[in-house]
């Protein structure tokens, strides 16, 4: 009879021991799947972050996020310009960014999802403050400030877009070479109105 006791005891110990095991190797697998492993994309083991998997690197996701900013802020300001500004040729040239920006907006979101990088879709606090002071200003006052500010802009855009230009990804640099076209053309019409507003 004890024999059998102990005989049931090591059964019973070994049994709740591999029990053990195989729980412990459920919970790794899981933690592997699920989160745990960042190496880990539709079940396949990949190389590095969600930027390395996509094909672009940091810099080009940092243009692309930077160059969302940039976009968002040129349509909203032109749409304000619409309806404040008092020179033809600076509602002329609003209407020209409203379209052309809003167009390269489409072309970069698309870019960025099929490249699993994420984009603003809105501004940052302090470009939503300028905004809404623009939205105060009206006729001559408010054509100076609104050029002025489109060749500044647009300075520091063609310097970002140069940036795009350069990476290595292939689709990103056709993007950024097209579009920085455009938006050194903005640059000389901005630049052209704002002599003749002087």
């Not at 190797?25 to 190496?39: H, L, M």
């Not at 404040?84 to 167009?103: C, E, G, I, P, R």
């Not at 999802?113 to 939503?128: F, G, H, N, R, S």
Request: proline fraction near 1%; glycine fraction near 6%; hydrophobic fraction near 40%.
């Amino acid at each position: 009879m004890k024999k059998i006791f102990i005989l049931s005891t090591i059964v019973a110990s070994a049994l709740t021991f591999q029990a053990c095991q195989t729980a412990d190797k459920k919970s790794d697998t899981t933690k592997d799947s699920v989160g745990g492993d960042t190496t880990m994309v539709n079940g396949n083991h990949v190389a590095g972050s969600e930027v390395v998997e996509s094909g672009i690197d940091e810099a080009g996701a940092t243009f692309l996020r930077k160059a969302a900013v940039g976009g968002i802020m040129e349509v909203e300001a032109a749409k304000i310009a619409l309806k404040n500004a008092s020179d033809q040729k600076v509602k002329d040239f609003a209407t020209k960014m409203l379209a052309d920006h809003t167009q390269a907006n489409k072309e970069l979101k698309a870019f960025a999802i099929e490249k699993k990088v994420i984009t603003p879709d809105a501004l940052p606090a302090e470009d939503q403050i300028h905004l809404d002071e623009m939205k105060k200003m009206t006729g001559a006052a408010f054509d100076k400030h609104y050029m002025d500010m489109m060749v500044t802009d647009h300075e520091k855009t063609v310097a970002l877009f140069k940036e795009g230009v350069s990476n290595k990804d292939a689709g990103l640099k056709e993007w950024a070479t097209k579009t920085l076209a455009i938006i050194e053309q903005h640059n000389v019409m901005a630049k052209q109105i704002v002599t003749g507003l002087k």
